[in-house]
């Protein structure tokens, strides 16, 4: 097989794994990923995960590898605030949730990290098709609970203000029923305690 081929049969993947591969061509020489790899035609991101070596970096496609590497999960914390513009930092490692255990990855195409969490609380994600290839991200109020929930020194409202959330934005795009049903799924007095103190604060926010 020639890497015309390949890339002709796998560039519409953005993400593949050998599984992938060997789905669409079951003949494949496993071989040749390692000849790729040495003339920068692709990267191996972790343990039979590749991308191509040319194919443009954006935040769609970093959500999209986080999604792939370490499933179940879905993006969310920091990254998912910043993604709806409810923080204003820019988030360089992709924060992720997950059922199995927390860990990090370091890879050509950045830093990722997963949280691991209960599995009555792996909800409250979404299916982003806004692209051409899709990517599973918490919904802005499962973004809130999921950061308020695993960041154990928010114990003040000056805690919930070094978030530095933007509140104009919270009131336009958070519906506060679902917040408030998803936050009851938690059953937990210290993310209630949270989201009360993040109330205080947004009821004497002078823009309101």
């Not at 009360?196 to 604060?201: N, Y």
Request: glycine content about 4%; hydrophobic content about 35%; some cysteine.
């Amino acid at each position: 097989m020639t890497y015309l081929d390949f890339r002709g049969g796998m560039y519409s993947f953005e993400v593949f794994s050998t599984r992938d591969i060997e789905k669409l061509f079951p003949k494949f020489d496993s071989r040749r990923l390692v000849e790729w790899q040495h003339k920068g035609y692709i990267q191996k991101l972790i343990n039979k995960w590749y991308i191509f070596g040319d194919i443009p970096m954006n935040e769609q496609l970093r959500f999209r590898i986080s999604n792939c590497l370490h499933r179940p999960s879905y993006v969310s914390l920091e990254s998912a605030l910043s993604h709806y513009g409810l923080i204003p930092e820019a988030v360089y490692s992709v924060q992720n949730i997950t059922t199995r255990k927390t860990i990090t990855y370091e890879t050509v195409a950045g830093t990722f990290n997963y949280r691991s969490i209960k599995a009555h609380l792996f909800f409250g994600y979404e299916v982003d098709n806004s692209q051409k290839i899709p990517v599973l991200i918490a919904s802005p109020e499962k973004a809130i609970l999921d950061y308020l929930y695993l960041n154990h020194q928010l114990n003040t409202t000056g805690d919930i203000e070094g978030l530095r959330l933007n509140l104009a934005t919270f009131n336009e795009i958070i519906n506060k029923d679902r917040l408030t049903s998803y936050a009851a799924c938690f059953e937990s007095n210290t993310l209630n305690k949270r989201l009360k103190l993040l109330s205080k604060i947004n009821n004497h926010a002078d823009t309101f």
